[in-house]
């Protein structure tokens, strides 16, 4: 079993292996520059290390299980959050929140929950019928705003419903899937 640290985001759960012993780095490239005085570490999915402490906000407890994911989609990407802002929506208009950069992350815990054995994870959510709601600053704008993606370009009513409850209902993309798609509801 492995153990890891558990910490909470604005957008879900997120795990970091914890390491409390030598052992468990023996035969890593950890075990060349990490010392005895060093530990506890909590190790990253890039391949990086840090101290690990108690007292970091973000911090919650510490979990042990063999588990991948360590813990479920919905609390590492929380779903149907009220306050969601980015992230992906199934077809039955389903959020789960992820930050600005985590929608390539969170396609592969997704796809592989909803499309086990799928080999491109996001081009798997896409095709099936999910959403893709990223954030549209090009760098200039002075306000972030919220751009909906669809790669069939098709929308479902449950999914129109939830953008409209969502306030992204007068997107110009939005828009234009609706007018598409609003016959085949």
């Given at each position: 079993?492995k153990?890891?640290?558990?910490?909470?985001s604005?957008?879900?759960?997120y795990?970091?292996?914890?390491?409390?012993?030598?052992?468990?780095?023996?035969?890593?490239?950890?075990?060349?520059?990490?010392?005895?005085?060093?530990?506890?570490?909590?190790?990253?999915?890039g391949?990086?290390?840090?101290?690990?402490?108690?007292?970091?906000?973000?911090?919650?407890?510490?979990?042990?299980?063999?588990?991948?994911?360590?813990?479920?989609?919905?609390?590492?990407?929380?779903?149907?959050?009220?306050?969601?802002?980015?992230?992906?929506?199934?077809?039955?208009?389903?959020?789960?929140?992820?930050?600005?950069?985590?929608?390539?992350?969170?396609?592969?815990?997704?796809a592989?929950?909803?499309?086990?054995?799928?080999?491109?994870?996001?081009?798997?959510l896409?095709?099936?019928?999910?959403?893709?709601?990223?954030?549209?600053?090009?760098?200039?704008?002075?306000?972030?705003?919220?751009?909906?993606?669809?790669?069939?370009?098709?929308?479902?009513?449950?999914?129109?419903?939830?953008?409209?409850?969502?306030?992204?209902?007068?997107?110009?993309?939005?828009?234009?899937?609706?007018?598409?798609?609003?016959?085949?509801?």
């Amino acid at each position: 079993m492995k153990k890891y640290a558990v910490y909470k985001s604005d957008t879900g759960y997120y795990c970091r292996e914890y390491v409390e012993t030598m052992e468990q780095i023996a035969g890593t490239a950890f075990e060349h520059f990490v010392t005895e005085e060093k530990l506890p570490i909590i190790i990253d999915s890039g391949g990086g290390y840090s101290e690990f402490s108690e007292k970091d906000y973000r911090f919650v407890k510490i979990i042990e299980t063999d588990k991948e994911p360590p813990l479920p989609v919905e609390k590492m990407y929380f779903k149907n959050k009220k306050d969601f802002k980015l992230g992906w929506m199934s077809p039955d208009g389903d959020t789960y929140s992820c930050d600005y950069t985590g929608h390539t992350k969170a396609a592969k815990y997704l796809a592989a929950k909803f499309f086990p054995g799928s080999k491109l994870p996001e081009r798997a959510l896409g095709k099936g019928g999910w959403l893709k709601i990223i954030d549209s600053w090009n760098g200039t704008e002075r306000e972030h705003s919220q751009f909906v993606y669809s790669l069939s370009g098709k929308i479902t009513k449950r999914q129109a419903d939830r953008l409209f409850d969502l306030g992204l209902y007068n997107n110009t993309e939005v828009r234009e899937m609706i007018k598409e798609c609003e016959n085949d509801w």
